[in-house]
């Protein structure tokens, strides 16, 4: 890797003052000191599996399970959702905040929180899917577990994604890096719906035309009763293989990721809470970076969270919804590579336009045309391909806003986890209102519980939140992040000066270190 103007000043001055073995060994460490390896990429990359395997289950499964499972009411299901993203929501900027103030240890600063959140978010994530055998209790009971999950998940997730910053020092390193989860995880996504899909597919809580129609007689509440105690059990099977992938990931994190020690740069007085907001708050190109994706995220969210529902109850595909959801998952995983070239070719705010758009006409169609199996694995594949610019794209672009951060603020430092943690937080909040709002309004469409059809009412409610309200979300965040002023000019401009600045904090600590050697 080349250095940069910095680093060739730092040689010339070198040069002039010492022999040229001294000038190799101390320029040297800078390059091999930045760089990783493919094994540490990988096993950096491993440790964002947990959060997307347990979150496109959750966001594919839950709503479903919750209603037609757990058997709730559309309304407490509505309530389990939107106060459990809410909570998520909360924690994010707390847990930034309290990781941002966390001092140094033997593992580094992050990885703590890492280690001991695991443990506990396995365990609640387990309990989500078991149904209790009581009813008073049951949504007590969902939404415990539940946000109990989510604020270990965050206490998981906050420090993992900070972490990105302290990998390297180099931004083509972490650029890479971000490549290598971004497609690690989207293939989380795709284990995850695999796992619980095929899992849970195998059984129905619908078994026969029949069955349904004669749900009086004792033969048909007896099958109907067997066959919703095997989807129960299915879904416990599937929780506890995503439970055991879960703590093997973040053993693989531990083991192959080293975290980086700022060194020779000042240390200033940690940040309150209110200084902390106020840094994120008035950081122009962040504020516009999260509206913007908060508007197309909402977009895929609600996509997410209703496909499920809208498969089985509109377009009339029970048996062959959790392979639907697969494709779109595996379309996504095989178009990361092809978005990473796209976004260091074109840059990436060129590949946000062409990637968040190449969903809208297949949202737009599958709602349009006659239900088609065919046609619709078809858009499946077409549509996935969005979803992989989606994954990568905000969690690529987080880090120039942090960068643009640090050239305009050179003093103030471990404020990392803070951009990461209230991105997500007006993600997950807007996300749990959106949800909230989607499940309530199938209530107010006549949706039945435990029943294995529903009214037209429904299934016109599912295609207008699948089709024309992520359309509309698309465009607004689209409109908004045109006015994202980071472009590729300014974007290098920085990593130059940043790498300026690393390679005069380096010289001051090792001119430090030399005139200590000498007295």
């Not at 997307?52 to 757990?70: C, E, N, R």
């Not at 033997?106 to 994530?125: D, E, N």
């Not at 709602?367 to 905000?394: C, E, M, T, W």
Request: glycine share 6%.
């Amino acid at each position: 890797m080349a250095r940069g103007e910095g680093a060739e000043q730092y040689a010339v001055t070198l040069l002039a003052v010492k022999p040229i073995n001294t000038e190799i060994k101390a320029v040297k460490p800078k390059d091999s000191r930045n760089r990783l390896s493919v094994c540490n990429k990988l096993c950096y990359a491993f440790g964002g599996a947990p959060y997307q395997i347990t979150g496109s289950t959750l966001g594919f499964f839950l709503q479903i399970y919750l209603l037609d499972v757990a058997q709730l009411d559309p309304f407490y299901a509505s309530i389990i959702l939107f106060v459990g993203r809410a909570w998520d929501a909360i924690t994010d900027p707390t847990v930034g905040f309290l990781v941002s103030r966390t001092k140094w240890t033997g593992v580094g600063r992050m990885m703590p929180w890492i280690l001991v959140s695991t443990p506990f978010a396995v365990l609640a994530y387990f309990l989500i899917w078991y149904v209790p055998p009581f009813e008073e209790g049951k949504v007590v009971w969902y939404l415990i577990f539940y946000c109990l999950f989510q604020s270990m998940q965050t206490c998981f997730h906050v420090p993992y994604s900070a972490l990105t910053m302290f990998i390297s020092n180099d931004q083509k390193e972490r650029d890479s890096a971000t490549a290598y989860r971004m497609m690690v995880e989207v293939m989380g996504t795709v284990l995850g719906t695999a796992i619980q899909g095929q899992i849970v597919g195998a059984v129905s809580n619908c078994p026969t035309e029949s069955d349904v129609f004669d749900g009086t007689s004792p033969s048909g509440v007896n099958a109907t009763r067997r066959s919703l105690d095997e989807t129960k059990q299915a879904y416990l099977v599937a929780s506890g293989v995503i439970c055991i992938i879960y703590v093997l990931c973040t053993v693989v994190l531990f083991l192959g990721v080293k975290e980086k020690k700022e060194s020779g740069r000042k240390k200033s007085e940690p940040l309150t809470f209110r200084q902390g907001l106020w840094v994120v708050a008035s950081h122009e190109p962040y504020i516009k970076l999260v509206i913007g994706f908060l508007f197309t995220t909402l977009a895929f969210m609600l996509l997410e969270g209703n496909f499920a529902l809208f498969i089985t109850y509109a377009l009339g595909h029970r048996n062959d919804f959790q392979n639907i959801l697969l494709v779109i998952m595996v379309s996504g995983t095989v178009s990361i590579p092809f978005w990473q070239w796209f976004l260091n070719r074109f840059g990436k705010k060129m590949a946000v336009y062409f990637g968040i758009t190449w969903a809208v006409p297949f949202m737009i169609l599958i709602v349009s045309i006659k239900s088609n199996l065919i046609v619709s694995y078809l858009f499946s594949v077409a549509a996935g391909v969005s979803v992989g610019a989606a994954f990568l794209l905000p969690w690529s672009m987080l880090p120039d806003v942090v960068d643009d951060f640090k050239v305009k603020n050179p003093d103030i430092h471990g404020h990392e986890a803070l951009f990461y943690s209230f991105y997500v937080f007006f993600i997950k909040f807007a996300s749990g209102v959106s949800l909230g709002v989607s499940t309530l309004s199938l209530k107010f469409a006549g949706y039945v519980t435990g029943q294995c059809s529903q009214p037209e009412a429904v299934s016109l409610t599912l295609k207008v939140l699948v089709s024309p309200v992520p359309v509309v979300l698309i465009a607004v965040g689209l409109l908004i992040l045109r006015t994202y002023p980071i472009d590729e000019e300014r974007r290098q401009g920085n990593r130059k000066l940043l790498q300026e600045m690393l390679n005069s904090e380096a010289d001051s600590e090792s001119e430090t270190s030399e005139l200590r050697s000498n007295v």
